[in-house]
């Protein structure tokens, strides 16, 4: 492509961004722009198919069978969330394939907030009531995000990771309500995930690599800051109405801004957890790739039934 060409194909695109279309797979767009989507799209979702794990963990050990059902659901969920999110990176030109060998191979990165243990039923619940709820507050604004793949398939997982928060928060509410073991166990829930929930929006923005560019072309709609200052204030009223305590010291109300201060996260922890070395990296990432090494026989028979398909249909047509 010429100068000339690339320089209109560039003003088309920054046309289409400006008044809000979406970019199609068929669409030019830059190659820093491809790149930022498949590394932000991929990395959402590795974080779905590993995110399965922590709470997977608790499917036989639910304490009721109406508990299991709901947890058996939500982990599904997340599974058909990674495929949506698979489907969508790869009409950017990037193979599933290659996706999940950058992830077994540490070359992508999910989550930090995965690499924590579920020491006990209510970890079930603020998983539920804190990571997804921090999800919702994130992945509302990329339903307008300008890709047109990936805001479409933000629609429908927004509308699941509702069911999730809305799940999680009845657990931590019912144990809240409950003797004072339980109450003390949702506590201590609450205790273990809150900062890692607030780490899960990224690095102020100032200090993110990919936060502005992202910005600039709309593939992110508000900041880190902004999106984490949004889920403690709504999240703070959420944890009073049932009788527990956020485990922020510096937490106050402030008129003048109409929003909570809070305390400063521990980034050292978040940058050890991010680089492989938190509490359950080592787990996550072997049980991931212990079950893609056990389903390579379901992939093999995949495309060998694809294949005798492809050959009876070309036969057919000779």
Known sequence: MDHQSHSAEQARFEAIIAA???????DWMPEKYRRNLVRQI???????????????????????????????????????????????????GVSREQMVDDLLDGRAKYASIFNYPTLSWADVGAIGWLVDGAAIVNQISLCRTSYGPYARAMVRICKEESFHQRQGYEIMRTLAAGSAAQKAMAQDALNRWWWPTLMMFGPHDAESAHSQQSMQWKIKRQSNDELRQKFVDQTVEQARHIGLEIPDPALRWNEERGHYDFGEIDWDEFQRVLNGNGPCNRQRIGDRRAAHEQGAWVREAMLAHAEKQRRRAAGRAA
């Open 20 to 26: 809000e279309e979406k970019i199609e797979p068929r």
């Open 42 to 92: 991929s990395q959402h979702a590795h974080s779905e198919v590993v995110g399965q794990l922590p709470e997977g963990n608790w499917i036989t050990r639910a304490p009721t069978l109406r508990r299991k059902a709901t947890l058996l659901a939500k982990v599904q969920d997340e599974a058909g969330h990674g495929l949506y999110l698979y489907s969508a990176a790869e009409t950017l």
